[in-house]
């Protein structure tokens, strides 16, 4: 019985080292490493090279369930793939291993958790988002303005139109406009 480790962050600014020390001191003979987001399966290739690696009678190791999925259906889906090849699972961290009953029956508890955590933090995040919007604070997600807007309100004090003000800045007039809607606002 061979054991595969499998270490996940969610960003690129974290680090992996404590969790790869964790799955060479259980053991594993290899480990796949990734920086992706856990809340989804798409696009983590480490996670499915593994996946489709392991034969009957291997083991999968992660440091704690939340590495390998978020939410309820992935973990299903990677636990129920994972019977079927005749693939444990175990957590080092954590009383997992599906293998016995007892182990099967905290992965599913701790899905449970983890699923309810990722709501939770998401509530959490859009009611941030929310407070900052009506504090006037939040700015979202797009590039800077490439002209300030006080600008624009100048030279349209100035009797410049639309048009002319887009040709004097070097922006479009939809920019124009942009910033003289949000002068009215």
């Known amino acids: ?14 680090d992996l080292a404590v969790q790869e020390a964790a799955l060479r001191a259980a053991g594993c003979e290899m480990i ?3 920086k992706k987001s856990g ?24 440091t704690r369930i939340d590495r390998l999925a ?3 259906a992935d ?5 129920r793939s994972l019977e079927n090849k005749g693939v444990a699972l175990r957590a080092t961290e954590q009383p997992i291993d ?18 309810f955590e990722t709501a939770i933090r998401r509530e959490r995040q859009l009611e941030g988002i929310a407070k900052a919007k009506a504090a006037g604070v939040y700015k979202g ?7 300030p807007a006080y600008r ?21 007039r939809m920019s124009v406009h942009r910033a003289l809607g949000k002068a009215v606002a």
Not at 98 to 115: I, W
């Open 98 to 115: 599906t293998s016995t009953a007892a182990g099967r029956c905290f992965l599913q508890m701790l899905g449970v958790f983890a699923e």
């Open 39 to 62: 809340t989804t399966t798409t696009g983590r290739s480490e996670l499915q090279t593994l996946l489709d690696f392991v034969r009957k009678g291997d083991m999968i190791v992660v």
């Open 75 to 79: 973990l299903a889906a990677i636990v």
């Open 70 to 72: 978020r939410s309820i």
């Open 141 to 147: 997600k797009g590039r800077p303005a490439s002209v």
């Open 32 to 34: 796949r490493a990734e």
């Open 152 to 172: 624009v309100r100048e030279l349209h004090a100035r009797g410049m139109g639309p048009s002319a003000i887009a040709k004097a800045l070097g922006i479009s």
């Open 1 to 14: 019985m061979a054991s595969y480790g499998y270490a996940r962050v969610s960003t690129t600014d974290q």
